[in-house]
């Protein structure tokens, strides 16, 4: 099972077997600043990642400009004291900055997409010509949009967070009726910033095999160690917050990586999937100049020609030139074929 998106560096296969594809998530880091934001693109292509995430949505799309109960955020430091509008109004991307964004990185040679939040943010994404749609969190409830997003035909990659299995299939389903070619999930956990005691990162490989999907992890824990460990669960996919300082602070910073933490990532994950590797009991090349210290059978005592081979001129010792240690007792009372030097491994010409 793969995905296949067009980047700009040509066709790119996601899933079981093929590199990991790494996105960074630029979210609300550009603080309202369009140089940090394409400074944001600068760092996201020196680290290595495969494609940069924004999101497409204004706070009158999200939500409504009211201050009753309702409205009030009440969880996260970053966030609680204030309204749903007001913290939107403040971590939108401007829709203006988009296309040109997209722009900046793909002369980069890489990717941009992004999370539509309503269908007027589909139909400004097309206009884009964006290559695949990101399904947030918080989203996979909204069936009209997720008909809409399918309608495009495009691949999804979708987050799972606050999302039960049932929900999940339907989301699921709702999608591929309206005609999405492919989709993957990612585990995830909406909590900013998550623990990992809360991660439970053995969803992923049961999520393949429960939703018949590539899989991956988008993370919003402190640190690389969750999404690198996601790797060895089958982890197709990491997407990470990312930002210039959590210093300069913003409501995604306090959960995003500075730029030499993604580097870091980047380099982490594609050094786990090379220890990944396949099975194998051979030994590898470099593993076999050690053995040195294994241990063999060797003359331990000059031996003459005619002599029996003994305890007392044959040890089990290092290194590991001679006959194998499993032939000891079937080699003593055997003789030898020539005069033998102590310190020379036993081999099958040097007994009758």
Known sequence: MEMKVKTPK????????????????????????????????DIAVEAGVDAIKIQTYTADTLTLDCDNE?????????WSGQTLHQLYQKAYTPWEWQPKLKEYAESKGVMLFSSPFDETAVDFLEKMKVQIYKIASFETGHIPLLKYIGRTGKPVIMSRGLTPLSELELAITTLKEAGCPQIAVLHCVSSYPAKPEEMNLRTIPDMAQKLDVITGLSDHTLGITVPVASVAL??????????????????????????????QLVRAVRNAEKALGKPSYDVGEKESENFVFRRSI??????????????????????????????????????????????????EELFE
């Open 70 to 78: 309702y409205f009030q955020i009440r969880v996260n430091d970053a």
């Open 234 to 263: 089958g982890a197709s996919i990491i997407e990470k917050h990312y930002t210039l300082s959590r210093a300069e602070g913003g409501p995604d910073a306090a959960f995003s990586l500075e730029p030499d933490e993604l580097k």
């Open 10 to 41: 040509g066709d790119r296969l996601i899933g079981l077997g093929h590199p990991v594809f790494i996105i960074a998530e630029m979210s609300a880091n550009h603080l309202g600043n369009y140089q940090k934001a394409l400074k944001l693109v």
């Open 298 to 347: 060797f003359v331990s005592k000059d031996i003459n020609k005619g002599e029996e081979l003994t305890q007392e001129n044959l040890r089990v010792i290092r290194p590991g030139q001679g006959m194998h240690p499993q032939h000891y007792e079937g080699v003593l009372g055997k003789k030898a074929t020539k005069n033998i030097k102590k310190g020379t491994p036993l081999n």
